[in-house]
């Protein structure tokens, strides 16, 4: 660890002025800690606790437009200054990158650049098991549920400071909690299981124990007896629990590195109507103690509040500076954690804006059709958009809700899904990538 009067601030400067030293042209760098605790529980009792407690330092070094990072959690003197030697010495042998380099500082975000997303104070270890263990109760008491698989709890706090050659200087810290359990129930030798889940900031924005216990028996009750269809077209609807999967193939399809490779069915589309009208797809990065919320990307460049779908266009590509450069573009933001790594892309808190209609109003508009749940491993050729999945879920006949089924594949191009999508009006923003129920009609269900 780092002498303890000496400043993370501080730490870092001197790590900065060794990489000059050994011979850098530039150098970037973050020092981060953690502490929290989580526990686990079953059959009432506590099966496992962890505290952790760690810091660490990440740093890269250019030489010329060579770069090389390395990390450590040695914060010494010492520890530093050979972190520094050895960063210098990997870079001198790297092949070169002509689009590497750190931003300019005219190109910094100005003023403030901290941010505190601090929520609930330290949570106790006997708090959270009390919680684990009323979830776990309540799950139990569904009749029909035979076993809780997992149940925990947990409390974070983070702190991250970064620091560059070229002037910047930012600190950021966290706190969040969380607590989730799958539980488990059986039917004539079928097993099923579900769960429920939640990370927040603080305890009062999430459903008590009991009802995340409760939630989490009911749905995997409702699943027992699951059949399966027949090889068919149908509609789809996504539930919401699994709806941001298919933003996510947006992100992916937008990603900056992704467009300068040439790897995106999306490339030749920027400012094209890829949804249909009154769709918007937004990035907020200024969301109060949302759990991707920022006032910088991880580069230093300002960040804003982003249309990246609006009503239904393309807007932009998501860009860090290596990626901008390539593509002869200005990076506008989306820049992920960098300061000691390259960066890669990444956006801060996502959402689809929600539709007029409710999920059941949906399903009694397609009268029939698959409800999915549940989800295992999407595949997506990123060069066409063509995508599989396989899916868990309910069949719908008639408007309503009328058996469960399994093992089915749901099958198309994520191109016409996108421009075929329908949100409902169920959206809730509990974390970095949010999307209400989604239907999609004349889709590929493969069965029996």
Known sequence: MADSEISPE??????????RRAGADAADARLGTADGVSVSVRDGKLESIEREESASIALRCFFGKRQASVSGADLSRDGLKALAERCVAMARAVPEDKFCGLATPEELITGAADLDLSGEPEI????????????????LAIPGVKTVAGCGASWNRSARWVAATNGFRAYKTGTSTSLGLSAVAEKNG????????????????????????????ERTIARLGARKIE??????????????SLIGALLGAISGPSIARGVSF?????????????????????RPLGMGSRVHDGEGLPVAETHLIEDGKLTTWLLNLPSARQLGLQSNGFASLGFGDPPGVATSNVYLRPGKDSPGALAKQIGKGLLVTDMFGPSINPNTGDYSVGVAGFWIEGGEIAWPVSEVTVAGDLPSMFARMIPANDLELRSTRDAPSILIEDMNLAGS
């Open 190 to 217: 079928q097993m099923e299981r579900d769960y429920d889940s939640w990370s927040v900031r603080f305890t009062k924005d999430r459903p008590s124990a009991e009802e995340i216990g409760k939630t989490a028996g």
């Open 266 to 286: 999306l490339k030749n589309r920027l400012g094209d109507q890829v949804f249909a009208k009154g769709i918007y797809i937004t990035d907020d990065p200024f």
């Open 231 to 244: 090889t068919q077209k149908a509609a789809v609807i996504f539930d919401r629990r699994v709806s941001d």
């Open 124 to 139: 106790s270890a006997e708090t959270l098991e009390r919680e684990a263990i009323t979830a776990e109760a309540a799950a």
């Open 10 to 19: 501080k730490t870092l400067s001197d790590l900065l002025d060794q990489c």
